[in-house]
């Protein structure tokens, strides 16, 4: 028996407090196999015991770089972490894990992961302060998922899982109020996707962003053209798609909208008593938008003028 082995023992025999466990006198040693400390890994795998997954495939990572068993460390880390709600910390070995491993046999797995884990961020899980898994997770991520779902979309471009995150990214711009690189990401989705399910959800969301553009900045004549555009399209490619009724509602808006803006202009200038002004802007509503509540208004206005002028 070595010194150091006898020290070991005789610290066992005389306090249970400083007792180890077998497995743990593997590491006392002074060379451990890689073996041995997978070995160990493998077991805390099966048995779920995520942090000591961690901590072997960590020590398997920094002791043997170059041996194929390194090759699966980040993966497997990347796993525990997810498992145990760490989420940060799991993307960022699966980040790894696709980035430094030649040729990675959990490829698919880990892609999958990260959408998981994008999906998580998108739908309101919090990260955890200063990034330390012992603090609360309290911080917003949603902004987080968009570079997670872009290397999903990057490393299985043509996948079900590429359509969902596409899908999901231009939905996180939206409610960023980052309209134009979310019509961006939907036509991306509409090009590579022309035919797929949620191709109809992007033109109908496409249709949302231009009227919350509307709503939200100074009306581009534009935005009605290229609204009519999209639902001209949209209607072409899925004829009989439910959800082009909605979209077509939403059109609706977006007209009355314009209307609205051209009959507050004549409301201004009938106001300040410059009559023929205001007379052009309520037929120019009547003229461009004839189906509008904005237009049946504007018609009262005419004829209530007409009438007055014929008395």
């Known amino acids: 028996m070595t010194m150091k082995k006898y020290f070991i023992a005789s610290l066992i025999a005389l306090s249970p407090l400083l007792a180890l466990e077998e497995e743990d006198l593997i590491w006392?040693?002074?060379?451990?196999?890689?073996?041995?400390?997978?070995?160990?890994?493998?077991?805390?795998?099966?048995?779920g015991d995520w942090w000591k997954v961690i901590d072997y495939a960590e020590l398997i990572s920094y002791n043997f770089p170059t041996?194929?068993?390194?090759?699966?460390?980040?993966?497997?880390?990347?796993?525990?972490?997810?498992?145990?709600?760490?989420?940060?910390?799991?993307?960022?070995?699966?980040?790894?894990?696709?980035?430094?491993?030649?040729s990675p046999k959990h490829f698919e797995e880990a892609v999958e992961y990260k959408f998981n884990i994008a999906e998580q961020f998108a739908n309101?899980?919090?990260?955890?302060?200063?990034?330390?898994?012992?603090m609360p997770a309290w911080v917003s991520a949603e902004e987080d998922s968009i570079p997670i779902y872009d290397d999903v979309i990057s490393?299985?471009?043509?996948?079900?899982?590429?359509?969902?995150?596409?899908?999901?990214?231009?939905?996180?711009?939206?409610?960023?109020?980052d309209y134009k690189p979310s019509l961006e990401t939907l036509d991306l989705l509409i090009r590579r996707f022309p035919k797929h399910d949620l191709a109809a959800q992007a033109y109908l969301d496409k249709t949302k962003a231009f009227l919350a553009q509307c709503k939200a900045q100074n009306l581009d004549p534009d935005l009605?053209?290229?609204?009519?555009?999209?639902?001209?399209?949209?209607?072409?490619?899925?004829?009989?798609?439910?959800?082009?009724?909605?979209?077509?509602?939403?059109?609706?808006?977006?007209?009355?909208?314009?209307?609205?803006?051209?009959?507050?202009?004549?409301?201004?200038?009938?106001?300040?008593?410059?009559?023929?002004?205001?007379?052009?802007?309520?037929?120019?509503v009547v003229a461009k938008y004839p189906l509008t509540d904005a237009a049946n208004v504007a018609s009262d206005k005419l004829e209530m003028f007409q009438n007055f002028s014929a008395q």
């Open 28 to 47: 006392d040693r002074v060379q451990p196999s890689v073996q041995e400390y997978n070995s160990a890994l493998q077991l805390a795998v099966s048995t």
């Open 67 to 102: 041996t194929p068993f390194a090759q699966e460390t980040s993966y497997l880390m990347g796993e525990a972490y997810f498992k145990l709600n760490q989420l940060e910390y799991s993307n960022n070995c699966f980040t790894a894990y696709l980035n430094h491993v030649s």
């Open 124 to 134: 309101g899980v919090k990260k955890r302060l200063f990034g330390s898994p012992k």
């Open 155 to 177: 490393a299985l471009p043509h996948s079900e899982l590429a359509v969902k995150s596409l899908l999901g990214k231009a939905r996180i711009q939206f409610l960023m109020e």
């Open 224 to 284: 009605l053209d290229l609204t009519e555009v999209n639902l001209r399209k949209f209607k072409l490619a899925f004829p009989r798609e439910e959800r082009v009724e909605e979209a077509e509602g939403l059109f609706g808006e977006i007209r009355e909208i314009f209307a609205q803006n051209l009959l507050d202009t004549g409301y201004f200038f009938e106001k300040t008593k410059k009559i023929e002004a205001s007379l052009i802007y309520y037929n120019k």
